[in-house]
């Protein structure tokens, strides 16, 4: 399986953002894909995941209500549409993958937030 992420950039605090994570190989429609973050200094943390179906979407609390994870079945591709953005969500994010665990991680894309 592999996976590429991209999309992150630079942004104002309470601007938007779309993540894109663009997946190959053998994945089943039961497997996790997953998005966590790592702010400087700090510990990577998980953000959202969704199945490779595009069901059972799960949020950490802070990012609830302002993140939404989906999938394109077509295109196969997950997104992080991330809106109402705060400096606190500065961070390079992953996109990850797995059905026993988070197995396969993509390359993570730099998101700015500005104050």
């Known amino acids: 399986v592999q996976l590429q992420a991209f999309g992150g950039g630079l942004v104002q605090a309470g601007g938007s953002l779309r993540l894109s994570c663009a997946a190959s190989?053998?994945?089943?429609?039961?497997?996790?894909m997953g998005w966590f973050r790592q702010a400087p200094g700090k510990e990577r943390e998980f953000v959202a995941s969704?199945?490779?179906?595009?069901?059972?979407?799960h949020y950490v609390d802070s990012v609830k209500g302002r993140f939404t994870a989906s999938r394109d079945a077509v295109k196969n591709t997950v997104y992080l549409q991330m809106n109402s953005l705060k400096p606190e969500d500065t961070a390079t994010y992953y996109c990850?993958?797995?059905?026993?665990?988070?197995?396969?991680w993509g390359q993570g894309t730099l998101v700015t937030v500005s104050s």
């Open positions: 990850t993958a797995g059905s026993n665990g988070y197995n396969y």
């Open positions: 190989g053998r994945i089943f429609g039961s497997d996790v």
């Open positions: 969704i199945t490779w179906s595009g069901s059972s979407p």
